[in-house]
Every structure is written in C-alpha cells, then in structure tokens.
C-alpha cells in the first residue's frame, strides 16, 4: 500500500527561523512528489518535484527531492507569521491517485 | 482567474437527507478528484474521473455516495442517506492531465462544509 509519512507532525518556532519538513513515502512507480500548503481554505499548489537533486526554489520556500532514499524536504527562511499553516505532501503512485502524508502544522510566534 | 468552483459552500442537513455537491473543474482540465477531509483522517482520496470517466472510486463509500460526470464542465458528488459521520469538508480538485508530469498538479476548490446532524 501507498504510503507517505510527513515529519514533524507539529512545529512551533520565532519568526525569522529556518525550518526543515520532512516527508519520506513508499509508493509503486513513483511520478511526481507535490507540496501544498493549506490556511484555513483549500490547499494551495507549492512545488512539483519529479528529479532528484534539483532544487525548486519560491521567494524564502525551496524543497529539494531523493529519490534514492525516498524523500523530500520543505525549507523555509526567516519565517513570517504568514507562513503559519499546514503543510501538504503528497506523491503520485503507480496507482495514478495522489497519496497525501498527514501533514506539518507550523506555528510561527511573533 | 482560472479557478474550481465548488456549491454550496456549507450544508448542514439531517440525517437520512440526500445531499449533493458540485464542482466545476478548470476549463480544459480532463481529471478531476473529490476529496474528504477531516480532523482525524486528514484528506482522503475518494474518487476521481478521467475525461469524465470514472477511474478509481475505491475510497468512497459505495453504498450511500455516488460520483459523476454529467459534462466536462460539472462533477457531482452525492451521498443518500447522509450520516453523521459524513461531515467533513469535500474538496473537489482538477488537474490538466497532460501526458507529461506537469499535469499532475491539481487545483483544489474551496470546499463544501457538510454538517449532518
């Protein structure tokens, strides 16, 4: 069974910290790993990650992909009160369906 | 703004009533998904279609829910008789479906919030 495990669960840290998500995952036939972040609404669209070793970079966000060792990882510096959510991995199996982790929620303290 | 529109936005219902909910999936867009998501379970993948036909629905409850595609523009889901333990938010999201990986990005609706008392 498909499977993708987000560490730490919770995260709390001052604003202007650098933080590490962690997501590690089992799946047939991986595609593609997604990160999403998500307020109080839907998720919204962060990165999509097929290749190993590159890094995708978004203003202070950046996640880079290991396929060998089968995992991602979400970074973001000098964290804002506005980077407080819950953030998404999820990854596309060999069964076309987008399997999510349970997601990260980050706090960010003023 | 391209965007998935979802309706309504809230419903609270009683038990045993139908409820129904909508979605219009991105102009283009050939794949689209309904998702549940709740505090215990987080998101679940519950269906999801393919040039409107369905191609997994292994995470609903086939008894009571239903999913379809009447057009490509609008994607239903239906549950009858609703339960308590249905509330959630349902998110409906579409995806280009390219043939390359860059379709798999899938933009999410803003939910509907069912309450089933």
């Known amino acids: 069974e498909d499977k993708v495990v987000q560490s730490p669960l919770s995260l709390v840290v001052h604003e202007g910290d650098t933080v590490t998500l962690n997501c590690s995952y089992e799946?047939?036939?991986?595609?593609?790993l997604l990160w999403y972040k998500q307020e109080k609404k839907a998720p919204t669209f962060l990165f999509m990650l097929?290749?190993?070793?590159i890094e995708k970079k978004s203003g202070r966000l950046s996640s880079i992909l290991d396929k060998k060792e089968l995992f991602s990882i979400l970074n973001i510096t000098a964290t804002q009160t506005g980077d407080s959510a819950v953030y998404l991995c999820?990854?596309?199996?060999?069964?076309?369906?987008?399997?999510f982790g349970q997601g990260t929620r980050l706090t960010i303290n003023p | 703004d391209a965007r998935v529109t979802q309706t309504p936005r809230d419903k609270v219902t009683e038990m045993g009533q139908e409820v129904t909910m909508r979605c219009q999936p991105i102009?283009?867009?050939?794949?689209v998904f309904w998702y549940r998501q709740t505090m215990m379970q987080g998101l679940e993948l519950l269906a999801y279609?393919?040039?409107?036909?369905?191609?997994?629905d292994s995470g609903m409850p086939k008894d009571r829910f239903s999913a379809e595609m009447p057009d490509a523009t609008l994607a239903t889901l239906k549950i009858q008789p609703s339960e308590p333990r249905d509330s959630a938010v349902y998110f409906c999201?579409?995806?280009?479906?390219?043939?390359?990986?860059?379709?798999?990005?899938?933009?999410f609706g803003p939910g509907t919030r069912l309450t089933v008392l």
């Open positions: 999820a990854v596309y199996g060999g069964a076309q369906k987008l399997v």
């Open positions: 799946v047939t036939n991986f595609r593609s």
């Open positions: 097929t290749s190993s070793g």
């Open positions: 102009l283009g867009h050939n794949t």
């Open positions: 279609f393919r040039n409107r036909a369905p191609l997994d």
């Open positions: 999201a579409s995806a280009p479906g390219l043939a390359g990986t860059e379709g798999d990005t899938q933009y």
